[in-house]
């Protein structure tokens, strides 16, 4: 900082001579692994994952393919934004303490302030998944569903971060997180993961989220949900991420306990694929 402070509270430098043209270099890290807990009050909110604060994601996000965009977060340095960084830094005692309720607060910015110059790279999961899906499905997915699919929505939003707390807060005290499903117990799992180590890898991380989604999904209520509902569900996520092995196993679990919860249910079931066929024509001529 030009003042001469240590926004981080410590530092280390040596004494010299006011004649000195060469400035003495002072060297400042932080690296806290002990993840805080969430405020209760942003859970289910798309900004508990990422905030869009740097101008270069907004720039970057809504108008480029998906691929793209994943391979932009794997080299994108949010440290590079002074200005970001500076805001940052300056709230950094409210954005690291747990439940926080500083406007600025996230799971990236709460990384972001506890790794700072240490090697961590911030969870490409928080921006790349939570958020992009977060926000791209409330905005093109909510205004299409039923009543019962807004709700499920709403439903799934909110386990989908509850769960990532869960295996957070698990992964503080031991080296097993366990994810449960309370409407298919079958659905719920168990990842072993070092003790403070699980945001520190990014793709392992992405690992353990897309694990949660299943439970949080049947749990939400998604297998009771009308036909039309889930044909406009499943045809949400971009074309490309087909492609991610991730996203068929869960696609695939999701859709098993889908498919059985139809089949006790025929006579309902026929008469949302006739709802669905014609929301179908519906979408084709519009």
């Not at 859970?43 to 970057?60: A, D, L, N, T």
């Not at 700072?116 to 299409?144: D, E, F, T, W």
């Not at 991610?244 to 139809?262: F, Y």
Request: with cysteine; hydrophobic share 35%.
């Amino acid at each position: 900082m030009s003042n001469g402070e240590n926004p981080l509270g410590r530092g280390e430098a040596i004494h010299t001579p006011t004649s000195w043209r060469d400035r003495a270099q002072v060297q400042a890290s932080s690296c806290d692994k002990i993840v805080p807990p969430a405020a209760g009050s942003i859970i289910g909110q798309c900004v508990y994952y990422y905030r869009p604060i740097h101008g270069e994601y907004v720039s970057k996000s809504g108008v480029t393919t998906w691929e793209a965009m994943k391979a932009w977060l794997t080299r994108w340095n949010p440290w590079d934004d002074v200005e970001v960084v500076r805001k940052l830094l300056q709230n950094r005692d409210a954005l690291i303490q747990p439940s926080s309720d500083s406007p600025l607060w996230s799971r990236g910015t709460n990384f972001m302030m506890r790794h700072i110059g240490c090697g961590h790279q911030l969870p490409v999961y928080y921006m790349g998944y939570g958020y992009y899906y977060c926000s791209n499905y409330g905005a093109k997915l909510k205004p299409r569903l039923s009543p019962q699919g807004k709700k499920w929505l709403r439903n799934a939003r909110w386990l989908l971060q509850s769960n990532m707390e869960r295996g957070l807060e698990q992964n503080m005290t031991k080296g097993t997180i366990m994810i449960p499903c309370k409407y298919n117990e079958k659905r719920g799992f168990r990842r072993e993961v070092a003790q403070f180590e699980l945001e520190l890898d990014s793709e392992k991380f992405k690992g353990f989220a897309f694990k949660t989604h299943v439970p949080s999904y049947l749990d939400a209520g998604l297998a009771e949900l009308p036909l039309d509902d889930l044909r406009k569900i499943g045809g949400q996520p971009n074309i490309e991420e087909w492609l991610d092995g991730d996203t068929w196993e869960q696609a695939a679990n999701s859709g098993l306990d889908v498919a059985k919860e139809k089949i006790r249910h025929p006579v309902q079931t026929a008469k949302e694929a006739k709802e669905a066929l014609i929301g179908v024509i519906r979408d084709l001529l519009e």
